[in-house]
């Protein structure tokens, strides 16, 4: 519990200090997917639109991801899969951040995602999906939109 309390703590002093008000987005490449150009180009998409982008690499595991994203105190996940892992790694990633009480980040899945299998990735807490082709701006907006404001329950 002490733990948990000085984490909480050490997020909310982090955000008051550095980020200025800024969006925080982390962008991960989880499972054995070694394509990234994708994500690059969104991870600068989004450092263009005044956010702050944390790009993880490649070869990911859930845990790192998780890690890194609390580590970093972000505001949006961003997980680029186009192996056709997301069906097994989108749970772990939020039964892991469900455990970590990280329920007011934002998470968002692109990549090659089979429009029948959003459903089950929604159910399972992402709040976007965006395959090939959708709009740097649509994705910044949707963003904007959606991330909670600091301080105000989930």
Do not use: C, W
């Not at 989004?46 to 595991?61: H, S």
């Not at 972000?74 to 469900?98: Q, T, Y």
């Not at 965006?130 to 904007?144: A, C, L, S, Y």
Request: net charge neutral.
């Amino acid at each position: 519990m002490e733990a948990e309390y000085f984490n909480q703590q050490l997020r909310t002093l982090r955000t008051h200090m550095a980020n200025e008000g800024r969006i925080r987005v982390l962008v991960a490449k989880p499972g054995l997917d070694g394509h990234d150009r994708g994500a690059k180009v969104i991870a600068r998409a989004l450092r263009d639109a005044g956010m702050e982008v944390i790009y993880t690499g490649l070869r990911q595991t859930p845990e790192m991801v998780v890690n890194a994203a609390l580590q970093e105190d972000v505001d949006v996940i961003g997980l680029s899969i186009l192996s056709g892992a997301h069906n097994a790694i989108v749970p772990r990633v939020a039964e892991l951040m469900k455990a970590q009480k990280m329920d007011d980040v934002l998470v968002l899945v692109g990549g090659i995602i089979p429009d029948q299998d959003i459903p089950t990735l929604k159910a399972a807490g992402v709040k976007g999906v965006f395959q090939p082709g959708t709009p740097m701006d649509e994705i910044v907006q949707f963003i904007r939109e959606n991330v909670k404001p600091r301080g105000v329950p989930a």
